[in-house]
């Protein structure tokens, strides 16, 4: 388990405008929370990052953004009109709800005996248009709309097998019991791939992105040494999979699924050929012969890496005698890449010349942050606990107080808290 704990991380995240609780002011609203300033700029960094390693850095893979409403046929095709769904137990006595497979014999809240095990369905229902009965649902995952694409992208682009689909997009659980920040949400992102392959074949793509959800999470910034690979068992395992890894994390409430990869056979293309009488076999040229390919199925939840990731890189140490909080974020992550501060807020001349750097390291690197609010150290403080890989300060030097530093400036290191001084023409550079 982490030693960070939970507490410590969701205060910053919404002191430091990251996440907050969904509805707030209403008083929130159960497993939905919504990403201030900071936390989108986290959180697109990570899916740009997801993108372009997937999708754009390959020419075995294409993107796709398909509707969250779907035809209600592809959740019947799919089987998630029948069994997405866990067990659910009601306490006799006080009616609060669990899920049977978190709780044990009594109610956690009083004491209560539980009634019979019953299956809740985890899709959220809608209505279509005005017509009654017409139902349909959020999805519960994107992968639906990536198997509905795939006659659609063979048609366009032929590829050759192997060759993958990828999507991010939102979807929506009606988890019986949201619960540890973002962790189980009822609303969330995902961050897909099927990645089809002839069957003889499946293995090796396996491996191909058992190694490659590591890569992402290095790239990323997620503690190695924290993720375990759980290799899941025959009885555990989906009917039609034949190899299934969680990835678990050490989150600060315990080891727990971070993404999951699983070999789904054919039965996802086999199924939504049934449901729509479409014929989704794929004419293979190289191999002259036509087959309804397999899927290996990478998939990654936007929350859970924003969570292990936090957990991560949330240190506390001691600088200049003094106790620190910071987020030790990669430049590739980081909501901000740099600081720029006038070192006082007072002289004219030390704020344009300051306003000057920012605006030509915000024209080429966006995510720069102006700050003169307070002294210096409040400053660095503050971009400490946001994770911001450097501070530059203009001052008095930098406008040629000594002839011999004129159009330098200091920058100062995250981690170490050192400062060095550096020319204004080799800023873009350093902070890129
Ligand atoms: P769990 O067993 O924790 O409910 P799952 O096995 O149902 O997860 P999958 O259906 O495999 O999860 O979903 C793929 C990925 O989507 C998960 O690995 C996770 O990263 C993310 N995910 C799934 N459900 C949630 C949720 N309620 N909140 C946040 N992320 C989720």
């Known amino acids: ?66 509707a969250i409403l779907m035809n209600p046929e592809v959740w019947k095709a799919s089987g998630h009109v029948e069994g997405f769904s866990d067990p659910l137990v009601e ?12 709780v044990g014999e009594k109610c956690p809240e009083c004491g209560g005996e539980f009634g019979e095990v019953r299956q809740f369905n985890m899709m959220f229902q809608t209505q279509i248009g005005a017509t009654e009965g017409s139902v349909s649902y959020l999805r519960p995952e994107t992968a639906g709309g990536i198997f509905v694409n795939f006659k659609n992208v063979v048609d366009s682009f032929h590829p050759k097998l192997p060759f993958g689909i990828g999507q991010i997009g ?37 491996e191909m992105w058992r190694q490659n959800v590591h890569a992402f999470n ?18 555990d395992r989906a009917h039609y999979s034949k190899r299934t890894i969680d990835f678990e994390f050490d989150f600060p409430f ?72 910071y987020l030790k974020f990669n430049k590739a992550v980081a909501p901000v890449k740099a600081a720029v501060f006038p070192l006082l807020k007072n002289k004219p001349e030390l704020v344009a010349k300051a306003r000057a750097v920012y605006d030509m390291l915000k024209k080429d690197i966006p995510q720069i942050m102006w700050d003169d609010n307070g002294n210096i150290g409040k400053r660095y403080r ?25 159009d330098t400036v200091t920058i100062r290191d995250r981690d170490t808290g050192e400062q060095e001084r ?9 902070v890129a």
């Open 1 to 66: 388990m982490s030693d960070v704990s939970m507490e410590k991380i969701i205060s910053l995240a919404k002191r430091r405008g990251f996440i907050y609780q969904g509805s707030e002011i209403y008083g929130g609203l159960a497993g939905t929370w919504d990403f201030g300033p900071l936390g989108i700029e986290l959180k697109n960094n990570i899916k740009q990052l997801w993108w372009r390693m997937f999708v754009q850095g390959r020419d075995d893979m294409y993107g796709v953004d398909a």
């Open 91 to 102: 306490c006799k006595k006080c009616k609060r709800r669990f899920r049977a497979d978190h």
């Open 170 to 206: 939102k979807a929506f659980r009606n988890e019986i019991a949201p619960r540890d920040f973002i962790f189980r949400v009822r609303e969330l992102e995902q961050m897909e791939i099927e990645y089809f392959v002839r069957p003889e074949n499946w293995e090796e793509s396996f």
């Open 218 to 235: 290095e790239a990323v910034g997620i503690n190695r040494d924290a993720v375990y690979e759980l290799e899941v068992a025959d009885g």
């Open 254 to 325: 315990g080891r727990k699924e971070l993404y999951g990869l699983a070999y789904r056979t054919d039965f996802d293309l086999k199924a939504h050929q049934t449901g729509s009488s479409q014929n989704l076999e794929f004419q293979d040229d190289v191999a002259n012969d036509k087959l309804v390919p397999h899927v290996i199925e990478p998939s990654f939840g936007v929350e859970r890496t924003i969570l292990a990731l936090l957990t991560s890189v949330y240190t506390e140490d001691e600088l200049g005698g003094e106790p620190r909080v």
């Open 382 to 406: 503050r971009q400490d606990e946001i994770g911001t890989p450097y501070c530059v300060t203009i001052d008095f030097d930098t406008l040629g107080e000594n002839p011999d530093l004129l």
């Open 422 to 430: 550096i020319s204004i023409a080799d800023l873009k550079a350093r």
